[in-house]
Nanobody, 121 residues
Framework: QVQLVESGGGLVQAGDSLRLSCAAS????????MGWFRQAPGKEREFVAR???????YYADSVKGRFTISRDNAKNTAYLRMNSLKSEDTGVYYC???????????????WGQGTQVTVSS
């Protein structure tokens, strides 16, 4: 089993920055895909960013150029740096991990509990 714990959310103003963290514990894998998703009130959960087993990154068009996904293997932690935040970035942010090396779907095997990000305009 894998446990994922997100942190770093909060209330910020439009234009501000935040860095979310996702700490992984439990079973580890040599190759995996890790992603960030978000869910706004009344909307479906949507893809934000991911990196595959080799570190290649992918972003949703809505965050490209503003968000950066990264990882620190020594700390078993993934990050989502969010700059130039907008009100439409508000939502619960989830990190997720899947044992498939380059998974582009939404049915990840492991999910965190989420962290709230609220951007006031």
């Amino acid at each position: 089993q894998v446990q994922l714990v997100e942190s770093g959310g909060g209330l910020v103003q439009a234009g501000d920055s935040l860095r979310l963290s996702c700490a992984a514990s439990g079973r580890t894998f040599s190759a995996y895909t890790m992603g960030w998703f978000r869910q706004a009130p009344g909307k479906e959960r949507e893809f934000v960013a991911r990196f595959n087993w080799s570190g290649v990154t992918y972003y949703a068009d809505s965050v490209k150029g503003r968000f950066t996904i990264s990882r620190d293997n020594a700390k078993n932690t993934a990050y989502l740096r969010m700059n130039s935040l907008k009100s439409e970035d508000t939502g619960v942010y989830y990190c997720a991990l899947d044992r498939r090396r380059d998974y582009s779907g939404r049915e990840y095997e492991y999910w965190g509990q989420g962290t709230q990000v609220t951007v006031s305009s």
